[in-house]
T-cell receptor, first 110, second 114 residues
Framework: SQQGEEDPQALSIQEGENATMNCSYK?????LQWYRQNSGRGLVHLIL???NEREKHSGRLRVTLDTSKKSSSLLITASRAADTASYFC??????????WGAGTKLIIKP | EPEVTQTPSHQVTQMGQEVILRCVPI?????FYWYRQILGQKVEFLVS????????KSEIFDDQFSVERPDGSNFTLKIRSTKLEDSAMYFC????????????FGDGTRLSIL
């Protein structure tokens, strides 16, 4: 697989449940970022976690990073209908470019 | 969320024609990027730009592509002779620094080549 692969590809849950998405990557990184993309819109930055960090929180979002396994997870707690979107992880292949995964399409059912 | 503005939102062009996609980055951000996303596929890096120079470019960014910052505010991507496979969403992004900083994206330009 290529740098920044998410799983699952699609996830459908009931409103109020927690959603967990995973990302794996291949090469060493300085940081890993998670972004959200609503249909037809741009990418919105959610969280950046540096390679020396293991966990980071932002509101209902929790990101973990395991550099030994080259993987990260994004947890959204108490999901809402407005969380329906595609979620992407991106790793820095260099100082300038981000390498993106294929994304997880999250659907929150009311 | 800081705002990066892209115009037009949708561009339809005949194959072989030139297109210019425009972006107004966040005023105090110094690093600029172009990405593209072909429908249903991954976001792909095209080019990064700092201090009026290209910092890095991908294999996709061949001689048909160019970028410039003509007036200190707009940041443009030009495709000289478009091909059908150039049809995609093109995203502009900006960041304060090169590394360990989030990139802030515009809503993109949908480019359709006929």
């Amino acid at each position: 697989s290529q740098q920044g692969e998410e799983d699952p590809q699609a996830l459908s849950i009931q409103e109020g449940e927690n959603a967990t998405m995973n990302c794996s990557y291949k090469t060493s990184i300085n940081n890993l970022q998670w972004y959200r993309q609503n249909s037809g819109r741009g990418l919105v930055h959610l969280i950046l976690i540096r390679s020396n960090e293991r966990e980071k929180h932002s509101g209902r979002l929790r990101v973990t990073l395991d550099t030994s396994k080259k993987s990260s997870s994004l947890l959204i707690t108490a999901s809402r209908a407005a969380d329906t979107a595609s979620y992407f992880c991106a790793t820095d292949a260099s100082n300038y470019q981000l390498i993106w995964g294929a994304g997880t399409k999250l659907i929150i059912k009311p | 969320e800081p705002e990066v503005t892209q115009t037009p939102s949708h561009q339809v062009t005949q194959m072989g024609q030139e297109v210019i996609l425009r972006c107004v980055p966040i005023s105090n951000h110094l690093y600029f990027y172009w990405y593209r996303q072909i429908l249903g596929q991954k976001v792909e890096f095209l080019v990064s730009f700092y201090n009026n120079e290209i910092s890095e470019k991908s294999e996709i960014f061949d001689d048909q592509f160019s970028v410039e910052r003509p007036d200190g505010s707009n940041f443009t991507l030009k495709i000289r002779s478009t091909k059908l496979e150039d049809s995609a969403m093109y995203f502009c992004a900006a960041s304060l620094q090169a590394s360990n900083q989030p990139q802030h994206f515009g809503d993109g330009t949908r480019l359709s080549i006929l």
